[in-house]
């Protein structure tokens, strides 16, 4: 027998059956078991590591019985089978007993027990995505953790932030504007218009129009609006536009803290925990009196009080419910719900039509929100049916007179270049800043004085009231070798007249126009028709104002290529000179310099087709004319000023030809300087750009002399110096201009009739025949004169120049050849006289089309041949100024004809003005 199957000698004290009590009892799973106990059966085959027998440590006998009493043996000693010994033993595949050690045991493997850490994670003992999953334990512990860090955050912000002064923040400083030569003009802004008033003297409907408006929950929240914060948070932390406070302490609250008006992050968290320690320290009642006393209004009015004069002229306290309402409306955004408008930020989206919209549909609404959230009856809403009637904007008397308008184009200079300037709206609304405009006092002084004195010579409202009410003026001076506003006449007071006359568009400017016409067929060239349209575009011939065209009237007007032009309904263009004068007949043949002398219509509009409307358009805003002040280059038409540029934007224009061709856009802001030093200087971002060569600008410049010296423009002269400039008459005689200028200084001069009550909708401007005893307004008479006076007084004491010699410059361009030689005239083919150059009223109407037997002969030059119509062509929009209905198919007339693109107030399509930019 092997040595492996011998029975081992029994042990003493009790045989076999004592050994197995022994072994059992001392492997009790409920009993410390002893060294060697708790490893696999294997250990009693002898294992050196782990086998130490069931003997103690020593063992010097194997347990007999062999391999199935091992394994129940070792089964009774672990507790059962499916127990996993302590330390490891037992695992199918793993340990001791797995394939790869000495058993073959069913359980699994457990190795040796994992390090601990403090944070467990990734998870010890996990595989794959367990391993990264947190537990519950982490979980909590991290969000509790958060909360705390909160809570902490919260508590030491909580402690460092104060709440505001009301006090403080309505010492707002002025801002000081000085003249061009360093004295004060004006200060004004912050303390001097705002007063604090104390909550009894707050209308109760003011209180409940805010709270219906603005925050309804106010008298029961605690200071912040948790949705409206995560709102602007999360729209700040995309790049979005930031918001405020969307409660009434917050926006108090913003409104308190004048020394930090940052759209930032931090800001945000500073008000944020400033609004809770203010609604949880400071009663409702001092909340809303602070946050209606540091309120901006608009019109310079901080505070309830000053915008109860600034719109009403009385008392916060006598406010009615309605003008409540109106003043909770402002509130949302004065700049576009100022029925007035605002010139000063966007002349275009906060014109007055459009703010008064926005107020009415506000107001009512607010109304409405007061009724449904129980704060007003329906009966008390049933009487407030019309909208509160409110005054001029302008009452401060430190900005009556020409002030007012001169601090308009300083404030909408800076606001409309803020990526220049640096300065904001708001910050220039929170004061101390001093700033030093280009405005010259004797010259602003002098300007005015000139307009005052033609208005008091010759408009008398009493004696002619049909035709002498509303007579309006504007007027604007530029420096050429910078491009400094000097100068300008926005009206008869800014306190009494609120639109900017020399800052507005609307007014046509005539044939003040023809200047860029010349411009554009010098620089660029006339096509020739006898080349494809592209080559035409590409090979051109650039003229001298020498150049021939024909002085016609009643002109049949063609394109480029020689084909006859037709408006959008077939008809034909047949453009009229002023007066219906027709000039050198018999031959009609006239060179540019002569027709811009006497002011010719046909020849210039013909010159614009040859040149392309397109090419004349650039020619304008190359000048410095805004393109959204131009008209629809879609007509003849529009190269004799259908257009409705501003006074300053007209001055620069033609400053640009005064500098050689340089162009500067106008400014009215030098410097601005605050506590901090200078923070804003002109000079480093002036940018003069050469639009026309010296040798087209100068020839511009000569041929526009020839206009003062024996022209249109005689009455501008002055004594002893060169003047270049034009005058400008539109259709319906419902504008007039004189545009001129000196080496020195540039001035554009206009003259109109608007109703003045500037709260009507679609006003129109009215023609002036008849006005100031003359049979018609040209701007020969009434402009050409302010102009002269004007400049005598404001180039007193400068020095005399002269301008550039032109060189000799350009073709010249034959449009109208004499015709060859013909045969005798028959008998039959009689000739008729030349008209009359003044023909009746009935003669300017348009006739009905000849017979045949009207027409003219074949070679016969002085008969006006109408082509078959006498309608001409249509030119869409109206020509008042945008404010009529579309005119039927119609002759050209006056010196210029055609549509307008300004509207009823004035303030036209565009923006072109001196100090708001675009």
């Not at 103690?56 to 499916?82: F, I, L, P």
């Not at 512990?141 to 923040?169: M, Q, R, T």
Request: hydrophobic share 30%.
């Amino acid at each position: 027998m092997s040595e492996h199957r011998r029975k081992p000698p029994q042990p003493q004290g009790g045989g076999r059956a004592a050994a197995r009590r022994g072994q059992s009892g001392s492997s009790s799973g409920r009993r410390a078991a002893p060294r060697g106990a708790t490893e696999s059966p294997s250990d009693s085959y002898g294992s050196d590591s782990y086998g130490l027998g069931p003997y103690g440590a020593e063992g010097d006998e194997r347990q007999s019985g062999g391999r199935a009493e091992s394994r129940r043996a070792s089964q009774r000693s672990t507790g059962g089978r499916r127990r996993v010994p302590e330390g490891g033993g037992g695992g199918r595949r793993g340990g001791p007993n797995g394939p790869n050690g000495p058993g073959r045991g069913r359980g699994r493997t457990a190795g040796p027990p994992p390090k601990k850490r403090f944070i467990d994670y990734p998870r010890a003992g996990k595989y794959g995505a367990a391993r990264w999953m947190p537990s519950w334990r982490q979980v909590t512990g991290l969000f509790i953790g958060f909360v705390g860090s909160l809570v902490a955050v919260a508590g030491i912000g909580y402690a460092l932030v104060g709440v505001p002064d009301v006090a403080k923040a309505a010492n707002a400083q002025n801002n000081v504007y000085y003249w061009a030569d360093g004295s004060q003009m004006v200060a004004t802004g912050g303390e001097t218009n705002r007063q604090i008033i104390g909550y009894e003297k707050i209308p109760a409907s003011m209180r409940y129009a805010v709270m219906s408006a603005e925050n309804k929950t106010f008298e029961t929240d605690s200071g912040i609006d948790p949705m409206g914060i995560g709102r602007a948070l999360f729209n700040m932390a995309k790049g979005g536009q930031t918001q405020g406070g969307s409660t009434i302490t917050q926006q108090y609250v913003k409104n308190a803290r004048l020394d930090d008006q940052s759209q930032t992050l931090t800001r945000k968290f500073k008000e944020l925990f400033i609004s809770i320690k203010v609604g949880t320290n400071v009663s409702k009642e001092e909340i809303m009196a602070g946050y209606l006393n540091t309120a901006y209004y608009g019109r310079d009015s901080y505070g309830l009080q000053a915008a109860a004069r600034a719109y009403f002229n009385k008392d916060a306290e006598d406010l009615d419910a309605s003008e409540c309402a109106f003043l909770a409306a402002v509130l949302k955004g004065a700049t576009y719900y100022d029925p007035a408008g605002n010139v000063n930020v966007d002349a275009v989206n906060a014109k007055p039509e459009l703010n008064r919209k926005r107020a009415v549909e506000r107001w009512r609404w607010i109304l409405d929100e007061e009724v449904r959230d129980g704060r007003m009856t329906a009966a008390e809403r049933a009487k407030y049916t019309t909208f509160p009637k409110t005054q001029n904007p302008r009452s401060n008397t430190a900005l009556s007179g020409q002030v007012g308008y001169l601090v308009d184009l300083a404030k909408g200079y800076l606001i409309n270049n803020t990526d220049k300037t640096g300065i904001t709206a708001d910050q220039l609304q929170q004061g101390g800043y001093s700033i030093y405009t280009t405005f010259d006092k004797k010259k602003v002084q002098a300007l005015e004085k000139a307009v005052t004195k033609v208005q008091k010579a010759n408009i008398d409202e009493k004696k002619r009231p049909d035709t002498d009410k509303y007579v309006q003026f504007g007027g604007a001076s530029v420096d050429p070798t910078t491009g400094a506003i000097k100068a300008s006449y926005g009206g008869v007071d800014a306190t009494k007249h609120f639109t900017n006359n020399a800052d507005t568009t609307g007014a046509q400017v005539g044939s003040t126009f023809k200047t860029f016409v010349l411009a554009a067929a010098m620089k660029w060239g006339v096509r020739d028709p006898d080349l494809g349209a592209t080559q035409a575009q590409d090979e051109r011939t650039q003229v001298s104002p020498e150049s021939i065209y024909s002085g016609k009237n009643k002109l049949k007007i063609k394109n480029y290529d020689n084909t006859i032009w037709r408006d959008k309904d077939d008809k034909e263009w047949l453009q009229r000179n002023d007066g219906d004068e027709s000039y050198n007949a018999p031959s009609f043949r006239i060179d540019l310099r002569e027709a811009m002398r006497v002011s010719s219509n046909s020849a210039y509009v013909q010159l614009g087709m040859d040149v392309g409307l397109d090419k004349v358009r650039e020619s304008a805003t190359d000048a410095g004319i805004l393109d959204s002040s131009l008209a629809s280059a879609d007509f003849p038409s529009f190269s004799i000023g259908t257009s409705s540029p501003s006074a300053i934007r007209m001055a620069g224009a033609y400053a640009t030809f005064a500098a050689s061709g340089k162009q500067r856009t106008p400014y009215s802001v030098e410097t601005v300087t605050n506590k901090d030093g200078t923070i804003f200087e002109h000079e480093k971002i002036a940018n003069a750009k050469q639009v026309f060569t010296a040798q087209v600008a100068d020839n511009v410049t000569d041929v526009l002399k020839t206009v003062v010296d024996d022209g249109t423009g005689t009455a501008a002269q002055l004594s002893g110096r060169d003047v270049a400039g034009k005058t400008g008459t539109t259709d319906g005689n419902k504008s007039a201009w004189f545009v001129g200028y000196t080496p020195q200084l540039s001035t554009a001069i206009s003259m109109f009739r608007m109703d003045d009550d500037e709260t009507k909708k679609n006003r129109e401007f009215l023609e002036m025949y008849g006005t100031g005893g003359q049979e018609k307004i040209h701007g020969a008479s009434f402009p050409a004169e302010i102009w002269q006076d004007y400049m005598e007084q404001a180039l007193k004491g400068a020095p005399v120049k002269d301008f550039p010699t032109p060189e000799p410059y350009g073709e010249v361009v034959d449009k109208d050849p004499l015709p060859s030689p013909t045969p005798t005239v028959t008998e039959s083919e009689e000739v008729e006289p030349t008209p009359s150059p003044t023909p009746t009223e009935e003669e300017v109407e348009p006739s009905p089309s000849p017979s045949p037997s009207e027409t003219c002969g074949t070679f016969d030059v002085t008969c006006e041949d109408t082509g078959g119509t006498d309608t001409g062509g249509t030119d869409e929009g109206s020509t008042d100024g945008g404010v009529t209905s579309s005119p039927t198919p119609t002759e050209s007339d006056e010196e210029s004809n055609g549509s307008g693109t300004g509207n009823a107030n004035g303030s036209g399509s565009g923006t072109g003005n001196g100090g708001i930019f675009g």
